[in-house]
């Protein structure tokens, strides 16, 4: 299994690109709560941090894409400088305006555009695999080993943050989301090596990657993903509540993280048969039959297995869609179509996370985890209903496509 991976690391150039990457990526999963922390202790309401943290998620959802696309026609380099330039002003702006108690529209909206100018380091990485190893058999296991590294920052991130911002001065935590992504984009800026060329202007004057029905029905999988991550956040902590055993809620959260990190290794060093769309669908159905217990269990111990068992179906899930995007969409706009997916899953788990939080209010928290078994079997149908879709040779312009980026229909296994 190691093997697999060593080969992928042997790649030249990526060591450098790998950990600089890991540095840019880990403040998305700390900027948002750093922000609410930091202006509730400002402020003395949450209200207002979770609205101020939301604003940020919102416009980096609705602007990744647009970075992605312009990455994709420009180069990486090009569009990373001038936005971490803006980035790095707006989060300055954003602490004077909390610390300073200036007007709320200030706060507003140098929050919403440094969300919306966070780069989508994730989407950029894959993008580089994809350049780096296309055609090669080694590309699966990379996508498996980003997706292993995204669930690793989504654990470490909040709890250093949290760590930050409530041992010492608030300010502490969101400084050092802001200065990390800062630093970590322009290291990643820095690693030319591994940079795909640009695709021209015309790539950011032609069609959208959400023009291919395909990466419309992996959106709604990404978007069912997070929606589902989001729910558990929620779910898991009023659960450990309601029994009795609140401080266990983080270690429920981390079993659900670490059942999904061990199958996202195991993941990308298997080998297949099956095409990736029937490969979809069943990793789905598995998904969703092994949301059924979480409803039912009633003893945090048995709670605590299930959701780890769970857990093994969540990266497969996003492996097989991201594998799925570097199938469909054309190598020059395959940044935007990596960006779309990411952006589903952001706005599932905001979704999610509001979903769960009105369940548990009315009904209790086992009753809240019905909103993960509504969205996996969505995600499931949708994949049954178009399968076709997933192909890329059946779907509408295929032939337009394939002038851009030919030979793509042997890479479906």
């Known amino acids: 299994m190691l093997g697999a991976y060593q080969q992928v690391l042997r790649t030249p150039h990526t060591l450098p690109m790998i950990a600089v990457g890991l540095l840019g990526r880990l403040p998305l999963s700390m900027v948002g709560l750093g922000s609410l922390l930091f202006v509730e202790d400002y402020t003395g ?72 100018c966070i780069p989508p380091v994730s989407s950029m990485l894959r993008t580089r695999w994809t350049y780096l190893l296309r055609g090669s058999p080694r590309l699966p296991t990379a996508l498996a080993f980003e997706s292993v590294v995204d669930e690793f920052t ?98 429920l959260i981390a079993s659900l993280a670490v059942g999904s990190m061990v199958s996202g290794i195991l993941w990308g060093v298997l080998s297949f048969q099956t095409p990736l769309h029937r490969r979809l669908i069943t990793v789905l159905v598995g998904l969703t039959l092994l949301s059924v217990p979480l409803v039912l269990i009633g003893d945090v111990l048995l709670m605590g297995i299930a959701v780890g068992v769970f857990g093994f179906a969540i990266s497969p899930s996003l492996i097989t869609s991201f594998t799925l995007v570097e199938v469909l969409v054309p190598k020059a706009i395959v940044t935007e179509g990596f960006t779309w997916v990411g952006t589903a899953v952001g706005l599932g788990v905001a979704v999610g996370a509001s979903s769960s939080g009105l369940l548990v209010e009315s009904f209790g928290a086992n009753q809240a985890f019905l909103v993960a078994t509504a969205l996996a079997l969505t995600a499931a149908l949708t994949v049954a209903r178009f399968q076709r879709c997933l192909w890329p040779e059946a779907r509408p312009g295929w032939t337009r496509w394939a002038q851009l980026d030919p030979a793509r229909a042997d890479r479906l296994t």
């Open 45 to 116: 309401s949450y209200a207002l941090g979770g609205a101020v943290a939301a604003t940020g998620a919102v416009t980096t959802s609705l602007f990744g894409p647009v970075i992605g696309r312009a990455a994709d026609a420009y180069g990486q380099r090009r569009v990373l400088l001038p936005i971490l330039g803006v980035f790095a002003v707006a989060g300055a702006v954003f602490l004077w305006a909390v610390r300073e108690d200036q007007s709320r529209w200030i706060m507003f909206g140098a929050a919403g555009v440094a969300g919306a």
């Open 154 to 251: 989504f654990i470490v991130g909040p709890v250093l943050v949290t760590f930050l911002s409530t041992t010492g001065h608030t300010t502490s935590g969101v400084v050092t989301a802001f200065v990390l992504a800062t630093a970590g984009g322009l290291l990643f800026a820095g690693q030319r090596k591994t940079e795909p060329p640009p695709g021209g202007a015309h790539v950011s004057r032609g069609p959208s990657a959400m023009r291919i029905p395909g990466l419309r029905v992996l959106c709604v999988v990404g978007f069912a993903i997070g929606g589902i991550l989001g729910d558990l956040q929620v779910s898991l902590v009023a659960f450990s509540d309601e029994v009795g055993a609140y401080s266990l809620s983080g270690v």
